[in-house]
């Protein structure tokens, strides 16, 4: 047996109007929009509501909202969507057959008249020696999460994107130093990034650097850096330092592999309307092809989804 948000028991299978899976910025704004219109909705969510918004120490382009934290911005989504009369149950998706808008999950099987998929994106993993190992003891994807465990000390981020310089932005308040390192030769953040960085005295960019494997028995003692130029290997020590990893993300949709029209990468292909390959099941957020994947673009196709999924609703009384 499983609670909802309300504590409202949930039996072995339940049915509702619009199921929704994931609780980032997408699925929580899908559920706002879906119970105001009002549909019954919920969602499921195998951790903590936020979803990757969540883990992000400063947010400063979500517009009206300057300088907010991830933590706060996300308490607010989830708790307008609450409020709205959207459901929330957090748990384990065990398995998902679109073509009849089925869920297995660890608190049993729900059915849905409509879905909408926002199990958004994960970080990418280096796939080098070494990173398994240490992952946890020395090795985060989170620079909120794990931070403060480097506090004093000096700090790797490997990427060269705005998640990583903005990361490294954030790490350079409790680190004693960090050392940014580029593969290529050149940043690929927003300038506005890209200046601060630059400019602060605690990060060191090293271009044309690159990570090729982590050292050490039972903890982490060396790293093995290679100059993407010259080919020269660097062995540095690295005993108490932190290493954190960004560079870039892949989608979670492994659950919809070969039952949903995805493109090279795994990402879902939609229509304009969100919709899938299916009918009325719609994709939301980090999980679809999309040119830009930010917050306000998440929130943007849940707004969609959410609608799109009530018009479903009424086509099909």
């Known amino acids: 047996m499983g609670k909802t948000k309300g504590n409202e028991e949930i039996g072995v299978e339940k049915h509702v109007q619009v199921l929704i899976l994931g609780a980032g910025c997408a699925g929580l704004t899908a559920g706002i929009y879906a119970a105001r ?9 195998h951790g903590l509501p936020g979803g990757q918004a969540a883990l992000t120490a400063a947010i400063d382009n979500y517009p009206g909202l300057p300088d907010i934290d991830g933590v706060s911005l996300m308490q607010k989504m989830e708790q307008q969507a609450v409020s709205c009369g959207t459901e929330l149950l957090c748990t384990g998706v065990l398995s998902v057959d679109p073509a009849i808008k089925t869920v297995e999950t660890e608190q049993g099987r729900f059915t849905a008249d409509t879905l909408i998929l926002a199990t958004g994106a994960v970080p990418k993993e280096l796939g080098i020696p070494g990173e398994d190992k240490f992952r946890g003891r020395g ?21 060269g994107g705005n998640s990583a310089a903005e990361e490294a932005l954030h790490l350079a308040q409790l680190g004693k130093r960090v050392y940014l390192l580029v593969r290529k030769n050149a940043l ?51 005993a108490g330092c932190g290493v954190f990893i960004f560079i870039g993300y892949r989608p979670a949709s492994e659950l919809f592999a070969g039952k949903l029209e995805m493109d090279e990468n795994g990402y879902l292909i939609t229509d304009e309307r969100l919709q899938t390959s299916v009918p009325g099941v719609f994709a939301a957020g980090d999980v679809r092809k999309k040119e830009l994947r930010q917050i306000v673009t998440a929130v943007s196709d849940g707004a969609i989804a959410g609608s799109q999924a009530c018009k479903f609703l009424s086509d099909m009384l």
Do not use: W
């Not at 219109?37 to 969602?43: K, S």
């Not at 994807?141 to 480097?150: E, L, N, R």
């Open 188 to 238: 690929r953040c927003d300038a506005a990034i890209r200046e601060r960085l630059l400019c602060h005295p605690k990060i060191e960019v090293c271009y044309h650097r690159e990570l090729v494997q982590l050292q050490g028995e039972a903890e982490m003692e060396f790293l093995l850096i290679r100059n993407s130029e010259t080919g020269e290997l660097t062995r540095v020590p690295a």
């Open 139 to 159: 090795v985060s994807y989170c620079a909120t999460c794990d931070g403060f465990f480097y506090r004093g000390k000096e700090i790797y981020v490997v990427g």
């Open 37 to 45: 219109a009002g549909a019954q909705v919920l969602i499921l969510e």
